[in-house]
């Protein structure tokens, strides 16, 4: 069994920063994208960023792009989200998730962590 771990979500004022971290661990497996998800109250997942394991390609929402910025630490199984200039529509549960696939559906998803923006 993989689990992912996310931390660093908490309270920030809008235009402020935060550093998500996701750590896999478990039974090893070959890990070819992951990616970070973010689900409001009230409202469904929406995708926010992806990585490719191998190489490093990035791919964001549009809503995200040039404030948030996605890196991995293959060493580690660790993935980042660097949140900047954040807005209060930032404010939902970010969960991060892992495929061994390319394309198609996330296999493993972690628990989730807060992040609240305010005005």
């Known amino acids: 069994q993989v689990q992912l771990v996310e931390s660093g979500g908490g309270l920030v004022q809008a235009g402020g920063s935060l550093r998500l971290s996701c750590a896999a661990s478990g039974r090893s497996f070959s890990t070819n994208r992951m990616g970070w998800f973010r689900q409001a109250p009230g409202k469904g997942r929406d995708f926010v960023a992806a990585i490719r394991w191998s190489g490093g390609s990035t791919y964001y929402a549009d809503s995200v792009k040039g404030r948030l910025t996605i890196s991995r630490d293959t060493a580690k199984n660790t993935m980042l989200l660097q949140m900047n200039s954040l807005k209060p529509e930032d404010t939902a549960a970010y969960y991060c998730?892992?495929?061994?696939?390319?394309?198609?559906?996330?296999?493993?998803w972690g628990q989730g962590t807060q992040v609240t923006v305010s005005s």
């Open positions: 998730a892992a495929s061994e696939n390319l394309v198609g559906a996330y296999e493993y």
